[in-house]
C-alpha cells in the first residue's frame, strides 16, 4: 500500500520494479502466502514450532 494512490513517486520510472495497488493481494496466490506466513508467525510466537 502506498501512503497516496496512485502513486507517483520516482520507482514508476525504473525498469527493474513492478508496482501494483493493494488491490494487488486479492490474487488467490497473494492469499495463500499471507495465510501461510500468518500461521507460521502464530506457530513461532507460541513457541510451537
Excluded: Q
Aim: net charge negative; with cysteine.
Amino acid at each position: 500500500m502506498f501512503e497516496e494512490e496512485p502513486y507517483t513517486g520516482p520507482l514508476c520510472g525504473a525498469d527493474n520494479v513492478v508496482l501494483t495497488p493493494h488491490v494487488g493481494s486479492a490474487a488467490i496466490e497473494v492469499r495463500r502466502r499471507m495465510e501461510a506466513e500468518a500461521a507460521a508467525n502464530l506457530v513461532e510466537a507460541l513457541g510451537l514450532a
